[in-house]
């Protein structure tokens, strides 16, 4: 059983946008997912925008993927990494908890 942050069970993230690695709605990962797509993040205009500029376009809808795009108020699996480094240019996006895997905590110290 896949654990949060605080030790417990790990809760969905969203279904809709249908997010995680997996694309179960959570953010569970293992060792192919090298981005490691763990923090459970309420997306914001400014992060979106951050995301962007750094080459990884959130926005734009991607059929041949199933992906619709995300806007503001989407939750979504990030990689632990792009969260931090939006947390250190002050536009990271809020994070829920209960649906950010333990694994997050190698990179992130939400402390």
């Known amino acids: 059983m896949a654990k949060n942050v605080f030790g417990t069970s790990l809760k969905s993230c969203s279904m809709k946008p249908l997010t995680g690695f997996f694309r179960d709605g ?12 763990t923090v459970c993040a309420v997306m914001t205009e400014a ?10 376009d959130l926005i734009t809808p991607r059929p041949q993927y199933q992906f619709e795009g995300l806007g503001p108020v989407d939750q979504w699996c990030l990689c632990a990494a792009r969260w931090l480094e939006a947390w250190k240019e002050g536009v990271a996006p809020l994070v829920d908890l209960e649906a950010t895997h333990e694994k997050a905590l190698e990179i ?4």
């Open 26 to 37: 959570s953010c569970h990962t293992s060792d192919e997912d090298h981005g490691s797509h």
């Open 47 to 56: 992060f979106l925008r951050f995301s962007f500029d750094q080459g990884n």
């Open 108 to 111: 992130i110290p939400f402390n």
